[in-house]
């Protein structure tokens, strides 16, 4: 298995569930014994580098493409605003305006335009983090403040991943577009939750998202004996495997506040990532073998 790479993500329907908690910390006990790569894909509230620093840390900035009307030539025709889908160009009296937090980067306009009268220039939207962390490779993106997209750079990160290591995806919270392009494409993805109404909630949005991108998941209840079983229950009657229960402890709180890693004072939470690893593997051989017989 580890020599094919394994990527798994680490989701969340909301925030506060301890999403980054696990994601790191599972990283951290498989890099002991495997080849880890830990990637950050919350790249508008990334915080993985806090608990793996990696150093030597190496920046590189990230941009896309975006057009720019030239100097002259054109005849003001609209094309360019109407095979637009998201509304980045606009034709206002004598001048083609761009509006580069909609633009998604696709060139249609710049294609299409009979004048050629576009050019694309380089935008800035924030930069990619790596280097060694602890036995693993760490990479991560960071969005600039003011950009509203963050799938253009989840998908840089996520193409400077290697194919042959075990990658272990921190996901963003919610189920939005950000969430998708983390979770797209990877092996298995496990979802984090904790047992409050808010928590279920969400938990049920994120369960509905996963089965829409068809995309293998099961649940880790977090904080599982501060409610009455209602996400026990859940699960059960929508077949959803509980892949770990990790009651409340204070120490995990007191780790996180402070930036260290649960697994380096705990060796029962240590024993449990790997318990929840080996549960990950059981399910991505079953639904390997599943798809090999069709």
Known sequence: MESQGLRIAVASGKGGTGKTTLATNLAAVLAGENRVTYADCDVEEPNGHLFLPPE???????TVMVPVAAEGGCSLC????????????AVMGEKVLSFT????SCGACVMLCPERALDESEHS??????GPARGLSFIGGSLSIGEAQ??????????????????IIDAPPGTSCPVIAAV???????????????GMNDLRLAVGMLRSLRQPFGVVLNRCDISDGLARDYCRNESIRILLEIPYDRRIAEAYAVGRLVVDDDK???????????AVIQEVMHVRARRSQR
């Open 125 to 130: 939207i924030g930069f990619i983090r790596s």
């Open 184 to 198: 797209r494409d990877v092996d298995y993805v496990i979802l984090v939750t904790e047992p409050t109404p808010f």
């Open 268 to 278: 029962q939470f240590r024993q449990q990532m790997r318990s929840l690893y080996q």
């Open 56 to 62: 030597p840390e190496v920046r590189t900035e990230e």
């Open 78 to 89: 609209g094309l360019c605003a109407d095979v637009c889908e998201f509304n980045a160009l």
């Open 101 to 104: 937090s909609l633009c998604h």
């Open 150 to 167: 963050a799938p253009p750079l989840t998908r840089a990160v996520k193409k400077q991943l290697p194919h042959e290591d075990i990658v």
